[in-house]
Every structure is written in C-alpha cells, then in structure tokens.
C-alpha cells in the first residue's frame, strides 16, 4: 500500500512538472504578459489576437514581456488581405526596430517557415518552393518552431519547413514577437500560443 502510494504521488509529480512547462502565451482576453511596439493595431475579439496595419502603415510588434532561450512554440494563424507577418525568436525591439531572427509568415510564395535576419544578414534560409503548398491561405494554420541552442526547426501544417544551424542565433537573447509588416494593408489572426520550455 506504501509502494503504490509512493508510486501515485511520484506520477502526480512528473505530470505536474511536464504541465509546468507548457505556457499560454495567449490568454485569449486580453494582451497581458504582451508589449506593444508601435502604432499598428494589436486587439482581442471573440477570443483571437488580431493583428492589423494602422494608419501608419508602418512595421509593428507585439513582444513577451519574458524572454525564452531553448524552446517550443505552437501557434495558430489565419491571414486576411496581405497576410505579411511573422513570428521572431530571441528578439528584442527599440522602437520599431527589431534584434533578432523571424520565422517568415507570409503570403503565398513568399517564403512562410523560412528564416529572417531583420538589420542584419537578411535572408538566412528559406523552404524549397515546393513546400509552399503546406500554407493554406485564408484558412487556419498551425506552426510549430522548436529553438535549441544554435538550432531552429520550422514546421507548417505538420510538415517541416526549415532545419538551420547558426551560431549567431545560438548566442541570442530575447522574447517572442509577432510582427506586422509594414506597407498596411494586413490583418493576420492568431490563437492557441503555447510555448514549451526545453
């Protein structure tokens, strides 16, 4: 009885520890743990983030107050007009200008799941162009980028994008930010913001 006891509670303690490490980023009410960066809209609606250019037409970010090392994120967009976005890793933000690398989110034919170094080396990687038919355009997608050390991984609707190994982003130090794209013109929804430390 003292076994299975010990047992019970040693299980409870392991399913606790791996529900600690999984964090809503989003917590569909409102932009708490979030800071905007910027005059482009950042809103909550009928429990979505929405992200939308604004009179400015100018770039915009909304970042994690925390900033992340080694982990996974999953998350959920639909894009509307341009679609032009992306989700940034280990980023910081002066003003509008950003630090940092970008998995691309993007219109068809534009490179979605690919690396970006924005004030930097630009393009580092992108998907071949066949795997473009993985973004379904207007609908939901589901991405999910998994950072370790030097190494980050893309994947788009289940499919893997992009495997890139870079000692510059291995080095890096930041949160999490989406972007809006400047040249107005977008709107991206977003949900289901889960991010996993490794």
Not at 68 to 88: M, P, R, W
Not at 142 to 167: C, P, Q, R, W
Request: hydrophobic letters at 35%; one cysteine or more; aromatic letters at 12%.
């Amino acid at each position: 009885m003292k076994k299975l006891l010990v047992l019970t509670l040693l299980l409870a303690s392991v399913q606790f520890s791996f529900a600690q490490k999984k964090e809503k980023l989003f917590n569909g009410k409102n932009l708490d743990g979030w800071v905007i960066y910027g005059t482009e809209k950042w809103y909550v609606e009928d429990g979505l983030l929405i992200s939308e250019s604004g009179p400015d037409k100018g770039y915009g970010y909304l970042g994690t107050e925390e900033q992340y090392d080694d982990f996974e994120i999953t998350l959920e967009f639909k894009q509307e007009a341009n679609g032009n976005s992306g989700v940034f890793i280990r980023s910081t933000v002066d003003g509008t200008k950003v630090s940092g690398w970008q998995v691309e989110v993007a219109p068809p034919g534009h490179d979605t799941g690919g690396i970006y170094e924005s004030y930097g080396r630009g393009w580092l990687v992108k998907p071949d162009p066949e795997k473009d038919k993985y973004l379904k355009f207007g609908e939901w997608n589901k991405m999910k980028i998994v950072v370790k050390g030097d190494n980050v991984t893309s994947y788009l609707n289940g499919h893997e994008m992009v495997n890139f190994t870079d000692a510059k982003i291995g080095e890096g130090k930041g949160g999490v930010c989406l972007q809006i794209h400047d040249g107005g013109g977008i709107k991206v929804y977003w949900r289901n913001i889960v991010l996993k430390k490794l």
